[in-house]
Every structure is written in C-alpha cells, then in structure tokens.
C-alpha cells in the first residue's frame, strides 16, 4: 500500500487500529508513543488515543471493551 492511500485513510477514520509488533526490548522495542505524538499532530489527540490506546501521550493504555 501507498503512503497516500494510508494517509487518505486516517484522514477519512477509515482506520481504527494501530498495532505494534514489538518483540523485545532492544531489537525490536515498542514506540507506539512516538506513533501516538505523530498521529495526534495530524489527526488530532481523540483519534490518535483511539487507534493507539495511549491517552494524552502518555502510556495509559486501555481496552476498547471498557467503555469504547
């Protein structure tokens, strides 16, 4: 997939996850932070928390069962 279409999917909420694959700590380490800062720059704090589960930035994760 192209640069511009996922760009054009997050622009219109097409999307509603991000996920990490993550294994451990220093070949592969979880940055959903720095996904989290970049979304929200682009596409708001609301959607950004959403897709990454990280609220305001900081590393609060949540489920989506609990209430969203």
């Given at each position: 997939?192209?640069?511009?279409?996922?760009?054009?999917w997050?622009?219109?909420?097409?999307?509603?996850?991000?996920?990490?694959?993550?294994?451990?700590?220093?070949?592969?380490?979880?940055?959903?932070?720095?996904?989290?800062?970049?979304?929200?720059?682009?596409?708001?704090?609301?959607?950004?928390?959403?897709?990454?589960?990280?609220?305001?930035?900081?590393?609060?994760?949540?489920?989506?069962?609990?209430?969203?």
């Amino acid at each position: 997939l192209g640069e511009i279409a996922i760009k054009n999917w997050l622009k219109n909420r097409l999307i509603s996850a991000v996920a990490c694959d993550a294994h451990d700590c220093v070949r592969r380490p979880y940055r959903m932070k720095a996904v989290y800062r970049v979304l929200a720059e682009w596409y708001g704090e609301a959607y950004a928390s959403w897709l990454t589960g990280i609220r305001d930035g900081r590393n609060a994760h949540r489920h989506r069962s609990q209430g969203e």
